[in-house]
T-cell receptor, first 109, second 113 residues
Framework: KQEVTQIPAALSVPEGENLVLNCSFT??????LQWFRQDPGKGLTSLLL?????REQTSGRLNASLDKSSGRSTLYIAASQPGDSATYLC????????FGTGTRLQVFP | DAGVIQSPRHEVTEMGQEVTLRCKPI?????LFWYRQTMMRGLELLIY????????DSGMPEDRFSAKMPNASFSTLKIQPSEPRDSAVYFC???????????FGSGTRLTVV
């Protein structure tokens, strides 16, 4: 059974720091890898999608990388801001999305 | 496109009542997914459809849960009878299956009292 683990489970940092969120899979047969953001009481917003032939994707201050051989993905957040506070979820997409447990991020002023 | 549309946004019902959640996927998306999110278990896939046909319903918790997709633009998730432990946020998502990712609806927050 595919399992997705995210480390750390929670993170609290002052604004301005560069952050690294980790995601790992038990099954390295990754098709696509997608990172989502979820604000409290809200739905999921797609941040970045790394397709199977790609190694990384960038959007603004966000950069996600994918190492299929090791079954790991990393989300980098540069110059963090209080508005980045949310839960970040990675999901491995084979024929369906399998979600990680999430990293709850708090960025304080 | 207005995205994936779910209704209602909130539902409060009494134990034993029937509950029906609705979803309209993005036009042209061939895949539709129902997820449930709880604090204890996170996001769990309940069932997904491809071209209106159920492909994998192994995540449906018990016979009280059923899902249908009568056409490409509409799906329902029904719980009958509902129980307090069904309280959760239920998300619908759709995908074109071509590697462009998934789009989620805003969810239905279900409370069974």
């Amino acid at each position: 059974k595919q399992e997705v683990t995210q480390i750390p489970a929670a993170l609290s940092v002052p604004e301005g720091e560069n952050l690294v969120l980790n995601c790992s899979f038990t099954d390295s047969a990754i098709y696509n890898l997608q990172w989502f953001r979820q604000d409290p009481g809200k739905g999921l917003t797609s941040l970045l999608l790394i397709q199977s032939s790609q190694r990384e994707q960038t959007s603004g201050r966000l950069n996600a990388s994918l190492d299929k051989s090791s079954g790991r993905s990393t989300l980098y957040i540069a110059a963090s801001q209080p508005g980045d506070s949310a839960t970040y979820l990675c999901a491995n997409n084979t024929d369906k999305l399998i979600f990680g447990t999430g990293t709850r991020l708090q960025v304080f002023p | 496109d207005a995205g994936v549309i779910q209704s209602p946004r909130h539902e409060v019902t009494e134990m034993g009542q029937e509950v029906t959640l609705r979803c309209k996927p993005i036009s042209g998306h061939d895949y539709l997914f129902w997820y449930r999110q709880t604090m204890m278990r996170g996001l769990e896939l309940l069932i997904y459809f491809n071209n209106n046909v159920p492909i994998d319903d192994s995540g449906m918790p018990e016979d009280r849960f059923s899902a249908k997709m009568p056409n490409a633009s509409f799906s329902t998730l029904k719980i009958q009878p509902s129980e307090p432990r069904d309280s959760a946020v239920y998300f619908c998502a759709s995908s074109d299956g071509q590697g462009d990712g998934y789009t989620f609806g805003s969810g239905t927050r279900l409370t069974v009292v």
